[in-house]
């Protein structure tokens, strides 16, 4: 029977089930199976949503217009082309603190206090804002700010949830001479700084007890849905108290706790899916996956480790001193008008700045990994280094960066060439270019076979970065050299998939800025400007995708 005799509406039905692998090779040896594809917007968006490590988030968005925008989001940041530039000054004297959610950038206030009382934010641009034809603006937003009584070590926000979580610290003295750390954990509305009112309790607190007073108090929090997960760590002299809890923020049920019962380095964690984490912990050769249980029924106990990854055996990790901003695991529908698609955030890579150490030496690494990976992988007690180990990158580095790393979804965002070892060490006065590491399979493939269109321009450049010998602690290198050789014979044949060491399109700009810091989400790249003490003066944000620049892609095609 003839292929053409089927009805298309039969076909279509067919390729449903399919994925874009199969969908683009089925467009590749049919003209027909080409056409049904290409005129279909329902398989079009599919095969961008899949492509881009992406999900659709708000289905009352018409089909035509969320593919317009996905095409010209996945454009701008396969060839750095943002389609809105603008500069937000900062309007006040800013404090350490800042936070970037849901299209708003949250900065603490300087007003004399030992810690900030005052959190301030501004809306950035949006996809889907009406910015016309202008390039670039200057513009005075309208910053907005909310106080409290409490000083506050830190915060965490969900935009989509009018939620802010901030911590409290309230040392008190015992008898006998020991010390009492009170951490009290605020559950209140971003908007007002009010109490939110889909939480039962106001505030928790999480007790930790020692022998001297702490010289330094610090804590990590990640909000995911209806739970809070907080990372409590103190320091005395030279050692460390570090704690993990997690609680039901809607309830205030705590979930769990890691390192209470038993004393336990930890220095970071990252969420890997809404209800398991990743520990990096210290002075060990394994990173740990814990999981907490969502119901509401489940009583507070420690969490157990239920795998564990083992790293080079030559190594330790010494230090973990900063870990990227992970994607959100936003459980809870949005309550605002949003961007109708997302990233898919176990998809997406996971990244630690970690010192590891032999026994005569220490060195600086970027430490890089998908989280599927450890999502896997998470049926098994312990991993061996030898099983995982083609699955991750370790790229040197000079120095610790002065700035958190963020990531979101497969990109990670740095300043400096692809030459400069430091990566994000920006010498004060001294221009650089964006950088940004992609880590997306289809765009791999895509540069690979030549298919990524570079603009005529010239304003980017793009290269391929597989991971090297050096960069891979205790591999063979014959072996690496083996695989790599094979892996390039391979290249011909576009769905030939790397094999070794996690590579990754690498796009860097040809112009240069005066930025300290460089962060980025699902829409931006935010490059941070300050001044001689250090203080954020000016936020550069550049939007990647949007109308405008659908109109422009579409006029072109």
Not at 13 to 20: N, P, S, T, V
Not at 26 to 52: N, P
Not at 397 to 424: F, K, Q
Request: proline share 7%; glycine share 6%; with cysteine.
């Amino acid at each position: 029977m003839p292929l053409d005799s089927l009805p298309d509406e039969l076909w279509l039905r067919i390729f449903f089930f399919g994925d874009a692998l199969s969908l683009r090779a089925l467009a590749t040896v049919c003209r027909l199976f080409k056409s049904i594809i290409a005129e279909s917007r329902f398989l079009q968006l599919s095969l961008e949503l899949e492509e881009g490590g992406l999900r659709l988030l708000s289905p009352s968005t018409s089909s035509e217009e969320t593919l317009r925008l996905v095409r010209s989001s996945r454009r701008a940041w396969q060839t750095l082309s943002p389609s809105f530039r603008t500069s937000i000054a900062v309007p006040f004297v800013p404090g350490s603190l800042y936070e970037l959610s849901g299209g708003y950038f949250f900065l603490s206030v300087e007003t004399g206090t030992l810690r900030p009382r005052v959190i301030a934010y501004v809306r950035l641009p949006h996809i889907d804002d009406d910015l016309g034809d202008v390039d670039e603006v200057q513009t005075a937003a309208p910053w907005q700010s909310v106080q409290f009584n409490e000083d506050i070590i830190d915060f965490a926000i969900d935009v989509d949830q009018d939620f802010l979580c901030f911590v409290q610290h309230i040392p008190t003295q015992l008898p006998q001479g020991r010390f009492r750390q009170i951490y009290r954990v605020h559950f209140r509305q971003m908007s007002d700084g009010k109490p939110h009112p889909g939480a039962k309790e106001v505030a928790v607190e999480h007790v930790v007890e020692s022998d001297s007073p702490f010289a330094h108090v610090s804590v990590v929090i990640q909000v995911v849905g209806d739970h809070v997960v907080i990372m409590f760590s103190g320091r005395l002299n030279i050692a460390r108290l570090d704690s993990l809890a997690v609680w039901d923020w809607t309830t205030g049920q705590l979930k769990g706790t890691v390192g209470v019962s038993e004393p336990k380095s930890i220095h970071t964690f990252v969420m890997l899916s809404p209800c398991q984490f990743l520990l990096a912990p210290p002075a060990t050769r394994h990173l740990e996956v814990y999981r907490f249980d969502t119901s509401r029924t489940q009583p507070p106990t420690p969490l157990r480790c239920e795998a564990r990854f083992e790293l080079p055996p030559s190594y330790i990790v010494q230090t973990v001193i900063f870990r990227a901003e992970p994607a959100s695991f936003n459980s809870t529908p949005y309550t605002g008008p949003r961007r109708p698609f997302g990233v898919e955030p176990e998809k997406g890579i996971v990244s630690f700045t970690v010192q590891l150490a032999t026994q005569t030496e220490g060195f600086m690494r970027r430490f890089i990994a998908r989280r599927q990976t450890f999502l896997d992988y998470g049926a098994l007690e312990t991993v061996p280094w030898t099983a995982w180990r083609h699955l991750t990158r370790w790229d040197a580095i000079e120095w610790p960066p002065n700035w958190i790393c963020y990531t979101m979804g497969a990109r990670h965002v740095m300043l400096g060439s692809g030459d400069d070892a430091s990566g994000e060490i920006v010498p004060d006065g001294e221009e650089t270019p964006i950088r940004v590491q992609d880590f997306d399979p289809a765009l791999l493939r895509d540069v690979r076979s030549g298919r990524l269109g570079v603009p005529e321009d010239g304003n980017i450049e793009v290269h391929i970065r597989e991971a090297g010998t050096a960069g891979i602690p205790d591999s063979d290198a014959d072996e690496i050299e083996n695989e790599n050789e094979s892996r390039d014979a391979k290249h011909e044949s576009e769905d030939a998939k790397p094999v070794l060491g996690l590579p990754c399109v690498e796009i860097t700009t040809k112009q240069t800025f005066d930025f300290a810091g460089i962060l980025l989400d699902e829409d931006r790249i935010i490059g941070l400007t300050v001044n001689a003490r250090g203080d954020i003066t000016d936020l550069d944000v550049f939007l990647m995708g949007g109308v405008r620049r659908a109109r422009q892609d579409e006029s072109t095609q």
